[in-house]
């Protein structure tokens, strides 16, 4: 799988090669990590991996609000951190791939694929 580039992961991270550090991390790793471990306990079923690492992503950067999903019309879902800004730059988790943009920038591309979301 392609991951963002430190440079890329710079524009929503205070520590971007931590972040990519992340999301290179083994589900070992993820499961130890004690946002990741909080994350496994709290669900009743296991969650799924780039779940859990979001979250682990999340817990390193205060300027993140958690892990939010938005669906699309024909039942897709985009994971995200949340930015407090739909204009300003996250990691959003979008079939089977991470990419940097903002939320709302990340809707009006789709849109012009014909993607849409509730």
Partial sequence: MKLPSVKTLALCFEDP?????ILKMQHKE???HPAGKARINECYHAPKWYDVRLHVLDSID?????V??????NGEYADYLN???TYT??????RDSYR???????????QRQYVHFN
């Fill in 17 to 21: 090669k931590q972040a990519r550090a």
């Fill in 30 to 32: 993820l499961a130890q």
């Fill in 62 to 66: 205060n300027g993140m609000f958690g």
């Fill in 68 to 73: 939010e999903s938005i669906e699309s019309t």
């Fill in 83 to 85: 930015s407090g800004d």
């Fill in 89 to 94: 730059p996250t990691i959003i988790y979008w």
């Fill in 100 to 110: 940097v943009q903002s939320l709302g920038d990340f809707i009006e591309t789709m």
